[in-house]
Structures are given as structure tokens and as C-alpha cells.
């Protein structure tokens, strides 16, 4: 079991995560709770991911100003089911990206096999917390080197340098989260 500790820097949050492996996926339970601008929030998800790093279902319950949601997803071939209803917008969608967490970029830092400065483009459901929504959206990941990837939304209107471990595992991504354990 890996167990890691974050610490959200522009969010201010703590993030309690743990990881466990068996022969056939990989079991994420993580916890977070935190305070931005005027708005009181906690999370709780987990993730069953394949041994390739891909999604294969998830819950994520939250709570923000006491108005609490739920969003439930299954992988059923290339579709996702999410609170029971087929969202074909999904379809072949490999990953997921919580908007307080930094674990979702383990996903694809560990999947798609990078070479030097490769630039990826992957399609990714987003979960926003604070507003409560999940989407469709499109990313980019390229290798800077073995321990630091380049991040960015599309369109491009926000990115960064993230510094991880020999797991994949964020160390540092700067202005947002810091490993603190």
C-alpha cells in the first residue's frame, strides 16, 4: 500500500491518499478537505484503475457549503455509465482529472509511454468540485525529462511543470499542490 499526504497550496487542502495494488488493478481511496475563498469543502473518492493506467470506474462524493453531490462512473467497454445513465460524450475516454487532487495526472503521466519532449493530446473527464460539474475536456502532457512532465488545459489557458516520483506520483506542482509526505 502507498500512502502519500498533499498539501493543497492555492485551494488550502489536505489530501489523506492511499493506493493498493492486487494482480488485476490498482485501488485508490483518498479524502480531502479544505477552504477556498468563501467556500467549505470535502471530498472523498476512489478509483479502480487498470494495471495500463486507465480508468475503470470511480465514485466521487463531495460536499461544498453543505450541498453535497455524488458522481458514480463504470467503464462498460468504451462507454461510461455515469449515475446509471449511458454519456456517449465519454466514449473511449481513458481518464479522469479531480480538479483538488494531483493523483489524476499519475494516470496519464504512467500510461502513455513518453519519449523526450513527445507531446500527447488525450481526452479526459473533468470533475469540478467547487462546481459541482463533470465535462468533457482535452489535455496535453509532454516529458521534460524523467521526473518532470509539462502540463497543459486546451485551449490553453493554464499549464505547468510537474515534478514526480520514480512512480509517477506528483512531488510538486507549482502554485497548487506540494507532497508533504
Given at each position: 500500500?502507498?500512502?502519500?499526504?498533499?498539501?493543497?497550496?492555492?485551494?488550502?487542502?489536505?489530501?489523506?491518499?492511499?493506493?493498493?495494488?492486487?494482480?488485476?488493478?490498482?485501488?485508490?481511496?483518498?479524502?480531502?478537505?479544505?477552504?477556498?475563498?468563501?467556500?467549505?469543502?470535502?471530498?472523498?473518492?476512489?478509483?479502480?484503475?487498470?494495471?495500463?493506467?486507465?480508468?475503470?470506474?470511480?465514485?466521487?462524493?463531495?460536499?461544498?457549503?453543505?450541498?453535497?453531490?455524488?458522481?458514480?462512473?463504470?467503464?462498460?467497454?468504451?462507454?461510461?455509465?455515469?449515475?446509471?445513465?449511458?454519456?456517449?460524450?465519454?466514449?473511449?475516454?481513458?481518464?479522469?482529472?479531480?480538479?483538488?487532487?494531483?493523483?489524476?495526472?499519475?494516470?496519464?503521466?504512467?500510461?502513455?509511454?513518453?519519449?523526450?519532449?513527445?507531446?500527447?493530446?488525450?481526452?479526459?473527464?473533468?470533475?469540478?468540485?467547487?462546481?459541482?460539474?463533470?465535462?468533457?475536456?482535452?489535455?496535453?502532457?509532454?516529458k521534460n525529462s524523467d521526473l518532470n512532465y509539462h502540463y497543459e488545459n486546451i485551449p490553453k489557458d493554464f499549464e505547468a511543470d510537474l515534478d514526480v516520483d520514480d512512480s509517477g506520483f506528483v512531488n510538486l506542482y507549482p502554485t497548487?499542490?506540494?507532497?508533504?509526505?
Open positions: 500500500m502507498k500512502t502519500i499526504i498533499w498539501k493543497g497550496i492555492y485551494y488550502k487542502a489536505l489530501e489523506y491518499f492511499q493506493l493498493s495494488e492486487t494482480h488485476q488493478n490498482f485501488t485508490v481511496k483518498s479524502t480531502i478537505i479544505g477552504t477556498f475563498e468563501d467556500k467549505f469543502y470535502w471530498v472523498d473518492y476512489s478509483l479502480v484503475i487498470a494495471k495500463d493506467w486507465t480508468l475503470t470506474s470511480f465514485k466521487v462524493e463531495f460536499e461544498v457549503n453543505n450541498n453535497k453531490k455524488r458522481i458514480v462512473g463504470e467503464k462498460i467497454n468504451s462507454d461510461w455509465s455515469i449515475n446509471g445513465e449511458m454519456k456517449p460524450l465519454f466514449r473511449n475516454f481513458d481518464f479522469m482529472d479531480i480538479s483538488l487532487t494531483p493523483f489524476t495526472n499519475t494516470l496519464p503521466i504512467n500510461h502513455l509511454h513518453f519519449s523526450a519532449h513527445q507531446k500527447k493530446i488525450i481526452e479526459v473527464m473533468y470533475v469540478d468540485i467547487l462546481k459541482g460539474s463533470i465535462e468533457a475536456v482535452k489535455q496535453k502532457y509532454s497548487l499542490f506540494e507532497r508533504i509526505v
